[in-house]
């Protein structure tokens, strides 16, 4: 996707793999909006980007994405303050297996609503000029992971993409909808995990045998690769310290028989 004089909405992009996101979309010459519920944390970050691309293209929006008002309110402005929307990333999460009904709040429920927004902005039908929605789900959301509530929310998140991002939608939309499922990355949401302490213990052992952890840019680059390739649509890209690669190209058992799987195209 060309992004020069676009405009994005970022989720989460107060720090972490937002903030990368963000800039590496405003590298690209795009506006973004930053949402998030860390006002001071977004300000901070809105600023340090006004200063580095000009602060014509960057504004943070105070949003809980779990607040149904909130998100709504947050697109609008983004379409008033900006004049479009183009790209939106679902990227906002927690880690809570304590208080779980939260973490399929943000996690699953926000980004199933996030796309709502996206593909009521941006699709054709509904007068948008298409677009691309980019989720942010995770490695746990393939394989099994020890805490199962987040692993839940990331493998709906899987299920999601690849439904909206079925050929029929495409052409009635033209909004492909790919997703990001990242390994551990160093970042704040690994510091605290509101988890257990044998899933913590787990997690600790699974990255050690994992290799280790990723860095934020090791993740823009699968942001990045999901930009630059415009036939993906229901793409799931893992991203881990071995590489990338998709996931799921299988095809289903209605069209297993004849072996004549139809990989997604892209008329956007
Ligand atoms: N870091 C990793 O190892 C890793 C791996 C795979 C996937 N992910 C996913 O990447 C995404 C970003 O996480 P991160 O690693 O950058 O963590 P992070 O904690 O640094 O960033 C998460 C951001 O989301 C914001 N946020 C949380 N709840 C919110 C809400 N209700 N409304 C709006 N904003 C909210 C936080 O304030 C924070 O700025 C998450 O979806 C996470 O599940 C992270
Ligand atoms: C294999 C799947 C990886 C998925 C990663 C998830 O999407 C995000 C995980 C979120 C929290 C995990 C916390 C784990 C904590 C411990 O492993 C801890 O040892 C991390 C230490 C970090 C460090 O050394 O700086």
Redesign the pocket.
Known sequence: MQLSGKVALV??????????CAEAILERGAKVAL????ES??QETAADFALKYGADRCTFIL?????KDQLEGAFQKVVDHFGGLDLVVN?????NEVQWEKCI???LV?VVRGCHLGLRYMGKQNGGNGGLIIN?????GLYAFPSPV?ATT?AGVVGLTRSLGMDYKLGRDCVRVNA???????????ADPEVPEDQYQHMKDMLERGGG??Q?PD?VKGLAKLLDEDDKNGAVLEVTVQGMKYHGDESGPWDRESGTHQPNLCIA
């Open positions: 989720t989460g992009a107060a720090q972490g793999l937002g903030k990368g949402l998030d519920t860390n944390a977004g949003c809980d994405v779990t607040a990227n906002a999460g927690i880690l709040d943000v996690n926000s942010m789900s995770s490695v746990a987040y990331k990001l499922c990242p390994s551990f990355t160093t970042t704040a949401i690994l952890l990723m934020i993740v």
